[in-house]
């Protein structure tokens, strides 16, 4: 993995998304992979599975590996130094995969980075390494390089391919739970409550909404002794606002929640922050009001805090694109107008237009 690699690993950590895995592989040749798209599956193992029928394969996975750890040019020495090695940037489920070709062990370093048993050559052979206890590590990176230098040393294979890579965030689908009373309707899937030692799920059992235009209380009863969650929602000129969120006697403060009342509001995450109190978590939000609601209930067109999608930014950036197709279309003809080739001689007769009434 030469300096370029390197520069290569930083720019495409600038555009990389997706939310694979990067995956390094040394000591074995196996084809580049272009990385958009991601690496699928099928192709991933298509490269490793040959490798086993010559060789041990070895992975080293790390949960928090990704394509920024790469970021630190000094922390692996050990590897940086390995050639042949390839990278790719973006793997899906790169050690779901693997475990799908039946490991024939499933091992992992101690915070001293030693392997609690021992590789054996041999073609066919897989192994899984967990580096995950040197997370615990000041630099974990650099520990996992120097674990892995001497894992590598000692098994002393002659036919090996290594893999080093990180984990897939499992993303759990949280099922969320839709609450009406009067006339809102709150959906979310999760809401969490985290201070200095514990994070706790706040589980919400009923809603109740009081009051009148233009100020609604909401009320959400925790199942957690006498807490509850609580805000107001603000009715002015068209929209609804929602300022502020109280829990336990805290109040958590959030900017930019509102909307048309006309659309809903929703967002994915929303993160409060609340300094001596700590931190009020709530995903997958989606609020409305309906002046009165009636028949089968369903959410109207969000407004959401993921600028992009939001309609105003859509119709926005749609007006923009217009706008400027036409500013570029006039700037063309500017510039297609020729200076005249021919002039009136100046002391000639000049031009004359016969007008006949
Ligand atoms: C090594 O550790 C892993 C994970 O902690 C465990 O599953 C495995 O059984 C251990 N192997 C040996 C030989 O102790
Ligand atoms: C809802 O709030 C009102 C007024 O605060 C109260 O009288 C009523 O009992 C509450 N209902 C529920 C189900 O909590
Ligand atoms: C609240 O709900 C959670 C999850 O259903 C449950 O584990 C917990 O025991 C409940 N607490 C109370 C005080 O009922
Ligand atoms: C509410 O706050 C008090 C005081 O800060 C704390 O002792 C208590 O555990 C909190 N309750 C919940 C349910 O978080």
């Avoid at 370029?4 to 950590?13: D, G, R, Y």
């Avoid at 200095?196 to 059992?205: R, S, V």
């Amino acid at each position: 993995m030469a300096k370029n690699s390197i520069i290569t690993i930083l720019f495409l950590s600038l555009i990389s998304t997706g939310h694979g895995t990067p995956v390094l592989i040394w000591r074995a040749q196996v084809n580049q992979k272009t990385v958009f798209p991601q690496v699928r599956q099928h192709e991933f193992l298509e490269e490793v599975k040959p490798l086993l029928e010559t060789r041990m394969v070895a992975a080293f996975t790390y949960d928090k590996l990704s394509l920024s750890s790469f970021r630190c040019e000094e922390c692996f020495p050990f590897l940086s130094q390995e050639s042949p090695a390839v990278f790719y940037a973006n793997v899906e489920k790169a050690d779901k995969s693997l475990l799908g070709l039946k490991p024939k062990a499933q091992l992992s370093v101690d915070i001293d980075g030693k392997l609690n048993s021992t590789l054996t050559c041999g073609a066919g052979k897989l192994y899984m390494i967990s580096l995950d206890a040197l997370g615990k590590a000041s630099n974990p990176m650099k520990r996992c390089d120097e674990a892995m230098k001497k894992i590598t040393e000692s098994a002393n294979c002659p036919d090996v391919a290594y893999l080093f890579m990180g984990k897939e965030d499992e993303v759990v689908e949280l099922s969320g739970r839709l609450y009406q009373h009067n006339q809102i309707s709150f959906y979310f899937t999760q809401i969490q409550m985290q201070s200095a030692d514990f994070i706790e799920d706040i589980i919400l059992l009923n809603m109740n909404v009081s009051g009148t235009d233009p100020m609604l209380s909401v009320e959400l009863k925790s199942n957690n002794t006498d807490t509850s969650l609580s805000f107001h929602v603000q009715l002015s000129s068209g929209y609804f606002e929602i300022r502020t969120f109280y829990y336990n006697d805290t109040a958590y403060y959030v900017s930019d929640l509102y909307a048309p009342q006309t659309n809903s509001y929703s967002c994915g995450k929303i993160v409060l922050r609340n300094k001596d109190k700590g931190i009020l978590t709530i995903r997958r939000l989606q609020i409305q009001y309906d002046q009165e609601r009636h028949g089968d209930f369903m959410f109207k067109d969000a407004w959401t805090c993921e600028g992009f999608t939001s309609p105003a930014i859509i119709s926005g950036l749609f007006v923009t694109a217009i706008l400027l197709g036409i500013l570029f279309l006039g700037i063309g003809m500017l510039m297609s107008v020729q200076a005249p080739t021919k002039y009136d001689n100046p002391i000639g007769p000049g031009l004359h237009i016969n007008v006949t009434d």
